[in-house]
């Protein structure tokens, strides 16, 4: 055993870390194992495998009657390989000296216990060669679950064979600081870095089996909310590019829409394609004009005309292999007609009609015309609500795909002064604030799993805490892609960012892997301070012997780095310790100057006027102070 420290430029960082000299890999004394392809190694692997109680006892019988001297033999399994190792999110962690890992998402909330943050999670995809013999038809989850046999073993992290332990990975950190536009070349603001950390901590989280016809259990069940507010097609207020009102406004000259190749429609689609056939699922897309819609359309007509007088639900009900299209049927488009409760019940679901239903309606209804502010946490609430009332068997995910901050309630994003110098009101139809859904989720122990793709509008460009705490706080996951800061001409890199960020969501569906690192700057508030959003570059590697396709995994690709990829795309991990009171902030006063936001940061100017404050007695902030009236604004 080796003894390794590693210490940063500022010295709040080190770390004393046992090692093996076997290269990561934690299997003991007996793993140590041929990476040979030829007959001979497979036969001394297979031998290993059969002499430590492996299920691969036929298969060992088989090839051990081999002649070691035969090059030319082959033998051949239908073997899985590593081709993706993805880093996915971040957040900070209690890491226990049992290795036991817990999120801290944020302050506290009610009859929760408060644990010193001391480290961060890091979440993971595994991703193989696909399945040789699924047991569902089109199996296209990829990712590998704990347990499985990839190359000849078992990968899993307890018992005496466990291939995926603490000293199987090696995380670098170029630098973790405070988080702003990147920017090339810049030195290290806080000192904050080491490399070839050994973590402290690993597991699996385990949400559904392998997709099986026999266990309901193995179905995943999927709401994708599309956001449809005016950022998305660029009716924004032309100075300020902010969802000023909640009815359509002249557009910015020139138009500056959020999305202008409809990227993240093509995310969305690829996503829903990439589901297993048994798996369930529904859209929503959300404006404040529209309220919340279900994504869904049935007006659709065959080329050539359907089977056997079929409505066309879908391209198997078409004559000569001609495909169903969106428009043309005669009796229109029935959601139209049909309460939300209706629409909900009719769209949800896993056959072909479902998918066609919200794929039309991509390309339909929530490509263009995007309008008026984001109603998020309705949309939010709408989801939640449907799947709370579900009887189904398998877990529950929220993808959500926005550009922004929630803009119709009460809150720090929101604009309560127009660019006109008049006041704005929140939106008529928003019912939920983020402090009600997170209290309400809170209670229900966040039965449903959160997952946010968050990429930039021109006038909202920060990473969004509420966002992050959600997914925090509900075992998910939150994605932060900087396109306004990308080429923005450049629609295949945009385009591409998207599909990358929703293809890494597909694959935690079923589960995921969690790697805790401690960290001594995460326990000191001068180092990593509370109330500020941090980003933190590097790389996090998985290395086993026992897995020969990891060194074509790190040699091919980039997805287990974080940090700036070509294009100036921003995939370093963020994270924020929330802060508490204004006093965590330096502030003395929740309205003023350094007051701490309900998301956990710490703001330096005053909160706006009218934001409600005082803990619902009634009082809004007015020129930094909690106060019963304001007229300093609007009236």
């Not at 909330?109 to 038809?137: M, Q, R, Y």
């Amino acid at each position: 055993m080796t003894k390794r420290t590693v210490t940063n430029t500022n010295d709040v960082m080190s770390d004393v870390q046992n090692d093996t000299t076997s290269t990561h890999d934690s299997g003991g004394p007996t793993s140590v194992v041929p990476t040979t392809s030829d007959a001979t190694g497979n036969a001394r692997r297979l031998r290993w495998r059969l002499a430590t109680g492996s299920v691969l006892t036929i298969a060992a019988i088989a090839v051990a009657g081999l002649p070691s001297c035969d090059s030319t033999a082959k033998f051949s399994l239908p073997d899985r390989k590593f081709i993706d190792v993805q880093a996915v999110a971040s957040f900070p962690a209690h890491i226990a000296d049992d290795g036991t890992m817990t999120r801290v998402c944020g302050a506290p909330l009610e009859d929760e216990i408060e644990l010193a943050t001391n480290g961060l999670e890091f979440n993971l995809n595994f991703v193989s060669t696909e399945l040789k013999k699924p047991l569902c038809d089109n199996d296209r989850d990829q990712a590998i679950k704990e347990g499985e046999l990839i190359e000849l073993y078992r990968v899993q992290t307890d018992g005496s064979n466990a291939s995926v332990g603490t000293n199987n990975f090696s995380v670098s950190l170029g630098c973790l600081e405070p988080r702003g536009p990147v920017a090339a070349g810049g030195a290290c603001s806080t000192g904050i870095k080491g490399e070839g950390l050994t973590p402290a901590a690993v597991k699996y989280v385990n949400l559904a089996s392998r997709c099986d016809p026999a266990k309901e259990s193995s179905r995943v069940n999927v709401a994708l909310l599309m956001d449809h507010s005016g950022s998305v097609s660029g009716f924004v207020d032309a100075s300020t590019f902010k969802e000023d009102n909640s009815a359509k406004l002249n557009t910015a000259d020139p138009l500056v829409p959020s999305d202008k190749f409809n990227s993240r429609i093509q995310a969305a689609e690829r996503f829903v394609e990439a589901l297993n056939d048994r798996d369930r699922l529904i859209g929503y897309y959300f404006n404040a004009k529209l309220g919340v819609s279900v994504a869904a359309d049935d007006n659709l007509t065959c080329v050539g005309g359907p089977k056997n007088g079929k409505k066309c639900t879908s391209d198997g009900d078409c004559n000569g292999g001609s495909g169903c299209f969106a428009g043309g049927a005669t009796d229109g488009d029935s959601f139209e007609v049909l309460s939300l409760a209706d629409q909900q019940k009719k769209a949800f679901g896993s056959n072909a009609g479902s998918r066609k239903y919200l794929l039309t309606a991509l390309e339909s209804k929530v490509k263009y015309s995007g309008e008026g502010r984001s109603n998020l946490w309705d949309a939010l609430d709408t989801a939640y609500a449907h799947f709370k009332g579900l009887t189904v068997g398998g877990p529950r995910h929220i993808v959500v795909l926005t550009d922004g901050p929630e803009t119709c309630t009460h809150s720090e994003e929101f604009v309560y002064v127009g660019a006109d110098g008049k006041c704005r009101s929140p939106c008529l139809n928003a019912q939920q604030s983020f402090e009600e859904l997170r209290k309400r989720m809170n209670t229900d122990k966040f039965p449903v799993v959160l997952h946010f793709v968050h990429f930039q509008a021109l006038g909202y460009k920060a990473p969004d805490a509420k966002m992050q705490e959600l997914a925090c706080r509900s075992g998910g996951t939150y994605q932060f892609i900087n396109t306004q800061e990308m080429n923005l001409s450049d629609a295949q890199a945009i385009s591409g960012a998207l599909i990358r960020a929703m293809t890494r969501v597909r694959y935690t569906l079923s589960g995921s892997w969690r790697v805790g690192l401690k960290l001594n700057p995460m326990t000191d508030p001068n180092a990593i301070k509370n109330g500020q959003m941090f980003a933190g570059d590097g790389f996090i590697k998985f290395e086993n012997k026992r897995f020969p396709s990891l060194e074509t995994v790190y040699a091919s690709t980039t997805s287990w780095k974080f940090g700036v990829e070509p294009g100036n795309e921003d995939r370093r991990v963020l994270f924020r310790k929330g802060c508490k009171t204004a006093a965590d902030c330096g502030g003395s006063d929740e309205c003023g100057a350094n007051h701490c936001t309900v998301d956990g940061l710490c703001v330096t100017t005053n909160a706006p006027d009218k934001l409600p404050c005082g803990g619902g007695a009634g009082q809004v902030c007015c020129k930094g102070v909690c106060s019963k009236e304001c007229t300093s604004a609007c009236n």
